[in-house]
T-cell receptor
C-alpha cells in the first residue's frame, strides 16, 4: 500500500506570494491532518479534514487554509507569505477508526520564504 | 487549549543504558497519548501509544506509563541501541473519546543520542 504522498517536496517563494501544497493520503484513509514543523515551535497542528469538511482547526491566522476533495486528497494554501512561514509542512492521514489513533505522515513539503 | 511540556530536550546515553523521557499535559480531558520517533530527515512514525484507561503499556524494549492524576506520561527505552538515536515527540489528544485522532498537541521533542 502506498504511503502518504506530498508535493512538492521543496519550494522557494518570496514574501507576499502564495503557495499551495498537496497531500494524497493512504488509500482508504478519510482523515487528513496538516502540521507545521519548525525548529523553534516544534510540531504544530494546522487543521484536519474528514469527508471534505474541516473537523478541527489550530491557532493559525486566516492566511492558512485548506480543503479536502471527494477522493480524500487534500490541499493547503498559505497566502501573503511571511518569512516566518518557512517550515516543513507535514500531512498525515488516518483511517479514523476508534481502535487506532496512528497518524501516517508524509515526508513533508519544505517551504522557504525569502 | 492543551499544552504539552516535554523533558529533557536532549538526552545522551551509552549503548545498553536505559532512556526516560517525560511529558506533562494540561487538559484533563485528553485521553490518548502517542509517542512518535523522527529520524533525521525522515517523517515522524508512531512507536507506541496509550489510552487513559490504561496505566502502562509495553512493546519489547519500549514502554509507556501514564499517571492521569498527575497528568504526566513517560517513555522508557531499555537496552538502547545506536539506531534508537532520533528525535522523540510525545503528544496528547482527545481522540479516544470519539472525536478524532487527527488533532495532536505535541511536546517540543527530545533529541536522543545513543553512543556505541
Amino acid at each position: 500500500k502506498a504511503g502518504v504522498t506530498q508535493t512538492p517536496r521543496y519550494l522557494i517563494k518570496t514574501r507576499g506570494q502564495q503557495v499551495t501544497l498537496s497531500c494524497s493520503p493512504i488509500s482508504g484513509h478519510r482523515s487528513v491532518s496538516w502540521y507545521q514543523q519548525t525548529p523553534g515551535q516544534g510540531l504544530q497542528f494546522l487543521f484536519e479534514y474528514f469527508s471534505e469538511t474541516q473537523r478541527n482547526k489550530g491557532n493559525f491566522p486566516g492566511r492558512f487554509s485548506g480543503r479536502q476533495f471527494s477522493n480524500s486528497r487534500s490541499e493547503m494554501n498559505v497566502s501573503t507569505l511571511e518569512l516566518g512561514d518557512s517550515a516543513l509542512y507535514l500531512c498525515a492521514s488516518s483511517p479514523d477508526r476508534a481502535n487506532t489513533g496512528e497518524l501516517f505522515f508524509g515526508e513533508g513539503s519544505r517551504l522557504t520564504v525569502l | 487549549g492543551e499544552n504539552v511540556e516535554q523533558h529533557p530536550s536532549t538526552l545522551s546515553v551509552q549503548e545498553g543504558d536505559s532512556a526516560v523521557i517525560k511529558c506533562t499535559y494540561s487538559d484533563s480531558a485528553s485521553n490518548y497519548f502517542p509517542w512518535y520517533k523522527q529520524e533525521l530527515g525522515k517523517r515522524p512514525q508512531l512507536i507506541i501509544d496509550i489510552r487513559s484507561n490504561v496505566g502502562e503499556k509495553k512493546d519489547q524494549r519500549i514502554a509507556v506509563t501514564l499517571n492521569k492524576t498527575a497528568k504526566h506520561f513517560s517513555l522508557h527505552i531499555t537496552e538502547t541501541q545506536p539506531e534508537d538515536s532520533a528525535v522523540y515527540f510525545c503528544a496528547a489528544s482527545k481522540g479516544a473519546g470519539g472525536t478524532s485522532y487527527g488533532k495532536l498537541t505535541f511536546g517540543q521533542g527530545t533529541i536522543l543520542t545513543v553512543h556505541p
